[in-house]
């Protein structure tokens, strides 16, 4: 009974592996390997291995300088994670306590998630517009501005400009995770530091940010990871330009695939993407795996 249990068992989860296998594992490992191949559209009779040609060409590659755009998904990481996480921590505390119309106001500050980031980035495109975009609006019928600002066409602004719609974009990942986290803090804890005479800030400190530890490590950890591999936004508003300003790594490989048809080129920033990926999710696991103390 117990062999037949174990063969249904293995039954039923062959053609997950089998979906698995043909729709990632498979892709995966091809994109690896094409990353050490000559494999450019216009050549597809000459396709050969080269080694290690791939890697070095976009690291000394002097039209889009490889420590440019390094330094731009830093900048684009950190900078919308920060942001994103304060702002939907202080969201997520502002809804913790029940009040009228709760249930509409959720759905609301929760549908930007629902939708496609590609499609976030076109909407955000035309906010932007350095012609008829409203920000440009709102600033010259306030004062702010005596011309029209090229937001997305000056390298000056344009990083900036993606980061803000990005981090509009991430606010309800990190207030849905966060508020629920919030709702399993005891309030037994909660009652029994008000009788201590505990302030909000010191039970915020204290009991609520320890207890919810576990929750803010994995989902900061998980969202850098998903900003990193998130090229959507920054490829509807900007395509990585102007003047290479917000090209990060995700970008620049659909770029080189898309613009330049260089296949093997443009599998090699996969392979760089997921090394580094790789690299923070064995981070990540090592701290969400660690023993979590939580207050008495």
Do not use: C
Request: overall charge positive.
């Amino acid at each position: 009974m117990q062999g037949h249990s174990r063969r249904y068992l293995f039954l039923i989860m062959v053609p997950a592996f089998v979906f698995l296998t043909l729709f990632m594992y498979f892709p995966i490992l091809r994109g690896m390997v094409i990353a050490f191949q000559d494999y450019t559209l216009f050549d597809m009779t000459n396709i050969r291995f080269i080694g290690l040609d791939n890697f070095r060409a976009i690291m000394s590659d002097v039209n889009f300088r490889f420590a440019q755009i390094l330094l731009n998904t830093l900048l684009w990481i950190v900078v919308s994670l920060a942001f994103q996480f304060a702002l939907g921590f202080v969201l997520a505390l502002l809804m913790e306590k029940p009040f009228k119309g709760r249930g509409i106001y959720s759905a609301l500050v929760f549908y930007p998630w629902a939708l496609s980031g590609f499609a976030i980035g076109l909407i955000w495109a035309w906010m932007f517009n350095g012609q008829f975009g409203i920000i440009n609006d709102i600033f010259l019928r306030l004062g702010l501005t005596s011309a029209p600002i090229g937001f997305l066409s000056n390298p000056k602004y344009a990083m900036a400009s993606v980061i803000v719609a990005n981090i509009w974009y991430g606010i309800p990942f990190f207030a849905i995770m966060l508020l629920a986290a919030l709702q399993s803090v005891p309030s037994e804890l909660m009652e029994a530091a008000k009788i201590d005479g505990a302030g909000p800030v010191r039970r915020l400190f204290s009991i609520t940010i320890p207890y919810i530890k576990p929750t803010i490590v994995s989902t900061t950890l998980l969202r850098t990871m998903w900003i990193m591999n998130f090229p959507d936004i920054i490829y509807a508003m900007t395509g990585g330009g102007p003047s290479n300003a917000t090209n990060i790594l995700a970008t620049q490989m659909i770029n080189k695939i898309l613009q330049f048809y260089d296949y093997g080129q443009g599998a090699a920033f996969g392979v760089v993407i997921m090394l580094i990926l790789f690299t923070y999710a064995v981070l990540y696991l090592r701290l969400t795996s660690a023993k979590e103390d939580y207050p008495l």
